[in-house]
């Protein structure tokens, strides 16, 4: 039965709407079939249990999403694809030491908040318990949205979350980035 549900899910429309927003539209199907057979791997009590309570989908999309968007995801490690662009930039083209001061502290941000998201990830993938977690992964999904695009409304559009939700998700992460930066001795204005 569960794989009668994977199967139905993995030609639905859903899943077709993730894949045309992903940012390596030439690895859709890649990531596509590499998340299913991570399905098809788990046990079906799992699958059943997300099933049984209406989850099943959002899950999937949540790991399609996370699969492509993060460079530390277990897809790329295995398969080797290098998607941080901005890092080749920055290696073939270094920063300049005397460009502006703020624009050095944005990207240090950016490293500080990108570190600290890769840290969750890292405890999620090893079983750290959700409540012992300083966001939970639907809180760092709204982060890194409102992250790359800036704007409360079009992540409430892309998502359907209210713009509430994610507005006290950047905050929350505000607050525990800033405990980051301390613990890492990073530099960080009070948020």
Do not use: W
Not at 39 to 53: A, G, T, V, Y
Not at 71 to 90: A, C, L, M
Not at 177 to 182: D, G, R, T, V
């Amino acid at each position: 039965m569960v794989r009668n549900v994977l199967l139905k899910i993995y030609e639905s429309k859903e899943i077709t709407e993730c894949l045309k927003r992903i940012t390596r539209k030439d690895l859709a199907d890649d990531i596509k079939q590499y998340v299913f057979l991570q399905l098809f791997e788990r046990p079906e009590s799992e699958i059943q249990d997300l099933h049984d309570r209406g989850k099943l989908k959002a899950y999937i999309v949540k790991m399609i999403y996370n699969t492509d968007r993060f460079k530390d995801s277990p897809f790329t490690r295995q398969y080797g694809f290098n998607r941080n662009v901005k890092e080749i930039t920055e290696r073939d083209h270094p920063i300049d030491e005397s460009d502006n001061e703020e624009e050095l502290f944005q990207m240090e941000q950016a490293r500080l908040i990108e570190e600290f998201v890769s840290e969750i990830d890292r405890k999620i993938e090893i079983g750290v318990p959700l409540n012992q977690l300083p966001l939970k992964p639907l809180e760092v999904d709204m982060v890194r949205l409102y992250s790359d695009h800036g704007n409360f409304r079009l992540v409430e559009a892309l998502t359907g979350i209210p713009r509430t939700t994610i507005h006290r998700a950047v905050q929350k992460a505000k607050k525990a980035i800033y405990e980051f930066s301390k613990r890492k001795g990073a530099s960080l204005r009070a948020c």
